[in-house]
């Protein structure tokens, strides 16, 4: 609209569920990852069998500063191209961090997504661009960042 309205020459990226390292503390994974380290329970709302797809930092940077070659005007999705449940995350994050969750059990939040994802194959066709950082790569990088915030 932008592009046609007034000729600003726009591309837009609809990021899917970014995480890795300097991740906002208020999202998810950085939530799991510190209650895990400091043995503290994870509130877990609905049966965890919520399905996500989450893009590492590098992939995404790496496809935004590809995206500045794109047409004006064209929209595209990015993400990492891997589906995990969330209880999936949990016990990837017990195993690179080494410590049991506690999961504190709620019912599940209305309104709330069964599965989220993105289908990234207008990018990989327009741009050449794919994602390169598995989900267990990315999720060991955050570890060891947030490790690193713990005095």
């Keep these: 609209m932008y592009f046609e309205e007034f000729g600003v020459p726009a591309v837009v990226l609809r990021y899917f569920s970014v995480y890795g390292p300097r991740q906002r503390p208020e999202m998810g994974y950085h939530l799991f990852i510190e209650a895990i380290l400091k043995g503290k329970p994870i509130r877990l709302t609905?049966?965890?069998?919520?399905i996500r797809g989450n893009t590492y930092i590098a992939d995404c940077v790496d496809a935004t500063i590809r995206a500045a070659e794109a047409m004006p005007g064209e929209v595209f999705n990015l993400g990492g191209?891997?589906?995990v449940t969330v209880l999936e995350v949990f016990r990837k994050l017990e195993k690179i961090i080494g410590k049991p969750a506690i999961i504190e059990r709620h019912p599940p939040r209305k309104g709330d997504q069964l599965a989220t994802g993105a289908d990234v194959s207008k990018l990989m066709r327009h741009l050449g661009w794919k994602p390169t950082t598995s989900i267990d790569d990315g999720l060991t990088k955050q570890v060891k960042w947030q490790r690193s915030l713990i005095v």
């Design 46 to 50: 609905g049966d965890g069998l919520q």
């Design 81 to 83: 191209g891997e589906l």
